[in-house]
């Protein structure tokens, strides 16, 4: 019976095939030993396993091969070289124990090591160390080489962030906007701002034909999440140096807008809060979602039929008890709300606000928005003192550079022996250089919005006349609508009026295109313009190359369109283009509610209540009715026999609780203001 020679196959992500030691040649060279040996072959292919993170937890076939030699299966193991075993010392030494206690032997394309041979086994120990230092070699060097490259403003290597491509300048590469993507990164941050769920981004892409970086037809939401952290479309790429820790900040063209980027981080902090309730519900909520305890807290929402409990509620208490917020933490909030009752409320009162557009316009014109009620000379002043406003941050901006300048050459000069102190500064400078840097886009943005009045209260008119007619859609297209129009609920309450405080946040999107404004109820952006093939998913387009700058694809659109859009809620569309900003109408409401929590009342109670008043108003006392209860077979609530202060105390204390529930008060519009999103970063 032939002996069985073992060829176990692996590449290490820093060689792979560049040394011409693929799994293909591995196996070729096996193949042929076998048969120089007359032996029959096996084949044990690890594939693709960094040498970086060289231990037997990542490579199940190796640890197969250990039992095999253990059960006395493996005799005879074939590897390309040495180092194919491991270029880690603790793992070579376990692996190499392993064959000497089984008294196997190796086979490389270099010879032949038996383990129970003394001068062999030394000499394939000397191979192993060689191995390692060539391995620690070509680490530090591929270290040195990226950290030089860096320095000089080129990439460090590998593939470009997907909406780059790299161009060949001198010696190296250098990160370039490639338009071909860089719009549909415009496009997935600008989408995922106002609502649009990951989810539906990845099935755009893919109804596009968009490829991932690595030539993919199909997303993963992971790639999208990883692309609304990349903080290099904003322009600056970071590359740290863990080794001499060292951090180099360098230069590329700006993608995306500082604003728009806070926006998509401000909503994934928002997600991330209520993580465990979006993947676990089983129940459909109008507007848990949006709402939030004073606290700071998200609600929750707690259904169970048989107990008739449908409540909105703070889970503050429950957060405390699994240790995942502080014990300090307080709520106020000691009422629940009823579900089916405050999605009614809220729904009405949200459609009656929007529809009442001669009170947002009051409201705009005593905010002395974009101008309102000044005469052209007045919005020419209006328009320097922002402009004089911009010039001040900008010399603030100056200072705060010229602070971080310093910070440095304090460290590389060693006059700040403290990591904490350095960190804590450069830190506190950053933080203050990009809110700068937002109040002059804000600022910028206020300009130009000065004396746009009229487009804008066009827009509120049309929406207030469609959003009227929408009322009874049902919830899911309810849903839909509030995605776009709401910012958040601030959920409180008033121990001593017993009412529930509602600050409705809206944030209503608006087009403003050539001919006028738009005021939608959604905004969803039309796919970009692309004229790429449908490819096959192994087969990467032209377009998607990493390496060489390509022209742009003639006809292709600057920025995407823009589809105001909404189906669901029978709005009329209109299409228009997006002069590379969004719009949109910010407005605070505070709403008192006395009827959000009611005392659960079955139907026996009601019909106890309803047949007491029913006889209290045919003139009788308490005695009487409370008799006449007795006399038909009616019992208490408890089950007891009535008697007269059980008729009293039902009468009385159920119209206290009308009363009380029946309050009504009008919303009260606390804020009105005008927002602008760079979608494209800012010239200057």
């Known amino acids: 019976?032939?002996?069985?020679?073992?060829?176990?196959?692996?590449?290490?992500?820093?060689?792979?095939?560049?040394?011409?030691?693929?799994?293909?040649?591995?196996?070729?060279?096996?193949?042929?030993?076998?048969?120089?040996?007359?032996?029959?072959?096996k084949i044990h292919n690890e594939g693709g396993s960094s040498s970086n993170s060289d231990n037997l937890d990542n490579r199940p076939v190796m640890m197969n091969l250990l039992r095999l030699m253990d059960e006395g299966v493996v005799k005879n193991?074939?590897?390309?070289?040495?180092?194919?075993?491991?270029?880690?010392?603790?793992?070579?030494?376990?692996?190499?124990?392993?064959?000497?206690?089984?008294?196997?032997?190796?086979?490389?394309?270099?010879?032949?090591?038996?383990?129970?041979n003394y001068m062999e086994n030394m000499i394939l120990g000397i191979l192993s160390e060689v191995s390692q230092y060539d391995?620690?070699?070509?680490?530090?060097?591929?270290?040195?080489?990226?950290?030089?490259?860096?320095?000089?403003?080129?990439?460090?290597?590998?593939?470009?962030?997907?909406?780059?491509?790299?161009?060949?300048?001198?010696?190296?590469?250098?990160?370039?906007e490639n338009e071909n993507e860089s719009k549909w990164i415009r496009y997935i941050y600008q989408q995922y701002s106002v609502g649009t769920s990951l989810k539906e981004i990845k099935d755009t892409l893919e109804k596009e034909n968009i490829l991932t970086r690595r030539g993919h037809k199909m997303w993963s939401l992971g790639t999208l999440q990883v692309i609304l952290k990349n903080d290099t479309y904003l322009?600056?790429?970071?590359?740290?140096?863990?080794?001499?820790?060292?951090?180099?900040?360098?230069?590329?063209?700006?993608?995306?807008?500082?604003?728009?980027?806070?926006?998509?981080?401000?909503?994934?902090?928002?997600i991330l809060k209520r993580k465990n309730q979006l993947n676990k519900s089983k129940n459909f909520y109008l507007f848990r979602d949006f709402m939030e305890c004073s606290c700071g807290t998200p609600i929750g929402g707690r259904v169970n039929q048989k107990k008739y409990v449908r409540h909105y509620y703070c889970?503050?208490?429950?957060?405390?008890?699994?240790?995942?917020?502080?014990?300090?933490?307080?709520?106020?909030?000691?009422?629940?709300?009823?579900?089916?009752?405050?999605?009614?409320?809220?729904?009405?009162?949200?459609?009656?606000?929007?529809?009442?557009?001669?009170?947002?316009?009051?409201?705009?014109?005593?905010?002395?928005?974009?101008?309102l009620g000044k005469s052209s000379e007045g919005l020419e002043v209006e328009k320097q003192k922002v402009s004089d406003e911009i010039d001040q941050l900008k010399k603030v901006l100056k200072k705060i550079e010229r602070g971080l300048v310093d910070i440095e050459t304090k460290k590389i000069m060693n006059d700040l022996p403290d990591p904490e102190i350095y960190n804590g500064i450069k830190k506190n400078l950053s933080k203050q250089y990009r809110s700068i840097q937002l109040a002059i886009e804000d600022f910028n943005n206020q300009k130009m919005l000065i004396g746009?009045?009229?487009?804008?209260?066009?827009?509120?008119?049309?929406?207030?006349?469609?959003?009227?007619?929408?009322?009874?859609?049902?919830?899911?297209?309810?849903?839909?609508?509030?995605?776009?129009?709401?910012?958040?609920?601030?959920?409180g309450y008033d121990n001593i009026e017993k009412v529930h405080l509602l600050n409705i946040h809206f944030r209503l999107p608006v087009i403003i295109g050539e001919t006028g404004s738009i005021l939608t109820s959604k905004i969803l952006l039309k796919s970009p313009s692309t004229e790429r093939k449908t490819s096959d998913q192994l087969s990467p387009l032209s377009d998607y190359s990493t390496v060489t700058k390509s022209s742009a694809t003639e006809g292709d659109t600057e920025h995407p369109d823009v589809i105001v859009k909404s189906s669901s809620?029978?709005?009329?569309?209109?299409?228009?283009?997006?002069?590379?900003?969004?719009?949109?109408?910010?407005?605070?409401?505070?709403?008192?509610?006395?009827?959000?929590?009611?005392?659960?009342?079955?139907?026996?109670?009601?019909?106890?209540?309803?047949?007491?008043?029913?006889?209290?108003?045919?003139?009788m006392d308490f005695k009487q009715i409370s008799d006449w209860l007795n006399r038909y077979g009616y019992k208490t609530p408890r089950g007891k026999t009535f008697m007269e202060q059980h008729a009293w105390s039902?009468?009385?204390?159920?119209?206290?609780?009308?009363?009380?529930?029946?309050?009504?008060?009008?919303?009260?519009?606390?804020?009105?203001?005008?927002?602008?999103?760079?979608?494209?970063p800012c010239a200057g």
């Open 569 to 619: 809620a029978k709005i009329q569309q209109s299409h228009t283009t997006l002069q590379s900003k969004g719009y949109a109408l910010l407005m605070s409401v505070e709403l008192r509610v006395a009827n959000m929590w009611c005392p659960p009342y079955n139907t026996y109670q009601k019909e106890l209540f309803d047949t007491i008043t029913k006889l209290h108003d045919q003139g």
């Open 1 to 41: 019976m032939k002996e069985t020679l073992h060829l176990y196959l692996r590449v290490s992500s820093q060689i792979q095939e560049t040394e011409g030691t693929s799994l293909v040649t591995q196996e070729q060279g096996g193949i042929e030993l076998s048969k120089q040996l007359g032996m029959d072959f």
């Open 452 to 491: 746009n009045d009229q487009m804008w209260f066009d827009g509120i008119t049309k929406f207030g006349d469609a959003i009227g007619k929408i009322r009874d859609i049902d919830d899911i297209q309810k849903k839909e609508l509030l995605k776009s129009i709401l910012n958040k609920i601030v959920v």
């Open 315 to 371: 889970p503050l208490s429950e957060r405390k008890f699994n240790k995942s917020t502080p014990d300090t933490s307080q709520c106020q909030m000691k009422r629940c709300l009823n579900i089916p009752s405050a999605d009614t409320i809220l729904w009405n009162h949200i459609v009656s606000i929007l529809s009442d557009t001669v009170n947002i316009k009051n409201k705009m014109t005593e905010a002395g928005l974009f101008g």
């Open 650 to 680: 039902i009468f009385t204390k159920k119209n206290k609780s009308i009363r009380r529930f029946g309050r009504e008060f009008e919303p009260r519009i606390t804020h009105i203001g005008a927002d602008v999103v760079d979608i494209l």
């Open 235 to 270: 322009g600056v790429d970071t590359f740290y140096d863990k080794k001499i820790k060292l951090t180099i900040t360098n230069t590329v063209p700006q993608i995306i807008s500082l604003k728009l980027w806070e926006e998509a981080q401000e909503r994934r902090k928002q």
């Open 135 to 176: 391995n620690k070699v070509r680490t530090e060097r591929s270290r040195l080489g990226k950290l030089e490259m860096v320095k000089q403003n080129f990439w460090r290597g590998g593939d470009a962030p997907f909406g780059y491509m790299l161009e060949p300048q001198g010696i190296a590469n250098r990160l370039v």
């Open 77 to 116: 193991l074939y590897v390309w070289n040495t180092d194919r075993i491991s270029r880690n010392q603790i793992t070579f030494f376990t692996i190499r124990q392993k064959m000497i206690k089984n008294s196997v032997i190796l086979f490389t394309s270099g010879g032949r090591y038996n383990s129970e």
